[in-house]
């Protein structure tokens, strides 16, 4: 995911700003008696996810689904699905394995939420088809979507009655920087129970706002290919989550995505790995081709050939023969 690329990811901030004040709040009336985890990548094909499917694997929902509970899925976005490959998806995933479908770009970046009753019917009764395998679709809006149409925003929101749950998405800088909109949007969110994505990228700071208005964590995790950096940075989540785990979280959706796509599986391991130490959960750990947790121990270094004896020079000079002094003839 390409979205909050930087070209100096290591001089950013990357603490975990503090919880929004109504955050508490949130939790503390959820009662919740249950956790849900679930941690997945963004894509599940080969291209992209480096260092996880073994050789001469053929299948690779199969073999996604056999070591992850979850995928985000992203192509929903850019094309609508015929309701057969739903179907499908649900026929052939395991039993716990669930999907958590975008919606499609012509609701949020084409129409713009405008006129859209249609559309998103047509959507809802696709991804309706899979039926337990279907997680928490969301919708992402464009990053030019403004509050100048938060008209929109509460139309489409206060009208969405289907039985199914939905998180947003909204990327727009001016959603976060002015508090009255900002607390008329999470109102409206928590009024009616849609939750609030947060992205966690290294361009785009203020899109942390941390600010939960149902009992679910819905994060979309960018990796900025700095690796001691975002392994730590992974280890700040798991802080953070167990603390909303103990206020009364009932739901975590953590999505795992790359700035370039190298180590997606690897950081879902390592997060999961350490999230189950931390919070006694037991997910299963991803294997991938490389362990989670090694660092890439430095190469040996070479020991210092001895230097040779320089070859011996042949002189291309011949050297005189010594002639034997002559023995001086005796006398007879």
């Not at 015929?82 to 395991?94: I, L, M, S, V, Y």
């Not at 925003?153 to 920087?177: G, I």
Request: net charge positive; with cysteine.
């Amino acid at each position: 995911m390409k979205f909050g690329q930087v070209s100096n990811p290591e001089e950013v901030d990357f603490t975990i700003p503090k919880d929004h004040p109504d955050t508490k709040r949130v939790l503390e009336k959820s009662n919740a008696k249950t956790f849900e985890v679930r941690v997945g990548c963004a894509k599940w094909n080969k291209t992209d996810l480096k260092n996880f499917y073994p050789k001469g694997t053929k299948d690779e929902l199969a073999y996604y689904t056999s070591q992850f509970n979850c995928i985000e899925l992203n192509a929903t976005f850019y094309r609508p699905f015929p309701t057969k490959q739903f179907e499908k998806w649900n026929e052939t995933t395991p039993a716990d394995f669930r999907f958590f479908p975008k919606f499609g770009q012509s609701i949020s970046h084409f129409r713009r939420l405008k006129d859209v009753d249609e559309l998103v019917d047509d959507t809802v009764s696709r991804f309706s088809l899979l039926q337990e395998k279907l997680g928490m679709p969301f919708l992402q809006m464009h990053n030019n979507f403004a509050p100048k149409d938060f008209d929109r925003v509460k139309a489409f929101a206060d009208h969405w009655q289907f039985d199914m749950p939905l998180a947003m998405e909204f990327r727009h800088t001016d959603w976060y920087n002015d508090k009255d909109v900002s607390s008329e949007l999470y109102a409206l969110l928590e009024k009616n129970k849609i939750t609030n994505v947060l992205v966690d990228t290294a361009g785009r700071r203020d899109l942390m706002h941390m600010r939960l208005t149902t009992p679910t964590a819905f994060v979309r995790w960018v990796g900025a290919n700095v690796p001691d950096s975002d392994r730590k940075r992974l280890d700040e989540w798991v802080e953070r989550i167990a603390a909303w785990k103990k206020a009364g979280l009932q739901r975590l959706f953590f999505f795992v995505h790359q700035n370039i796509e190298k180590e997606s599986p690897l950081l879902s391991a390592y997060f999961i790995e350490k999230l189950n130490k931390r919070i006694g959960t037991e997910l299963q750990i991803p294997r991938t081709l490389v362990p989670p947790a090694e660092d890439k121990p430095p190469a040996a270094a070479k020991a210092k050939p001895k230097p040779k004896a320089p070859p011996k020079v042949k002189s291309k000079t011949k050297q005189p023969a010594k002639k034997k002094p002559k023995q001086p003839r005796g006398k007879t």
